[in-house]
């Protein structure tokens, strides 16, 4: 069984949203924090968003004001609403946990912090 499986990703136009959902199981994940990661071609992977177990949130500049991410922990669902949708957030989405702080997941190589992973889903975002 897969831990970590996301659903919503699609192609929309700039200035549109996207709801992205990530459906994960396991009784270690819920203490662990989690996150959205983006990998685009050609670039490293970056942390867009992530929350810790207890609530906090944190964001990569490039997504504040635009993006936010949710957690449903009676459902097992991590979410993130995409608004105002740019040309540049075009890349594969992926949903992550690992024992590490939503704070250094979205900096540089936070992805490093991260041990279970989903397949992703693919955003494309037209100009």
């Known amino acids: 069984e897969v831990p970590v499986v996301e659903s919503g990703g699609g192609s929309v136009q700039a200035g549109g949203s996207l709801r992205l959902s990530c459906a994960y199981s396991?009784?270690?994940?819920?203490?662990?924090?989690m996150g959205w990661f983006r990998q685009a071609p050609g670039k490293e992977r970056e942390g867009v968003a992530a929350?810790?177990?207890?609530?906090?949130?944190n964001y990569a500049d490039s997504v504040k004001g635009r993006f936010t991410i949710s957690q449903d922990k009676a459902d097992n669902t991590l979410f993130l609403q995409m608004n105002s949708l740019k040309p540049e957030d075009t890349a594969m989405y992926y949903c992550?946990?690992?024992?590490?702080?939503?704070?250094?997941?979205?900096?540089?190589?936070?992805?490093?912090?991260?041990?279970?992973w989903g397949k992703g889903t693919l955003v494309t975002i037209s100009s």
């Open positions: 929350i810790d177990s207890d609530g906090s949130t």
């Open positions: 992550a946990a690992g024992q590490t702080s939503s704070r250094a997941a979205v900096a540089r190589r936070g992805y490093t912090g991260m041990s279970l």
């Open positions: 396991g009784d270690t994940i819920s203490s662990y924090s």
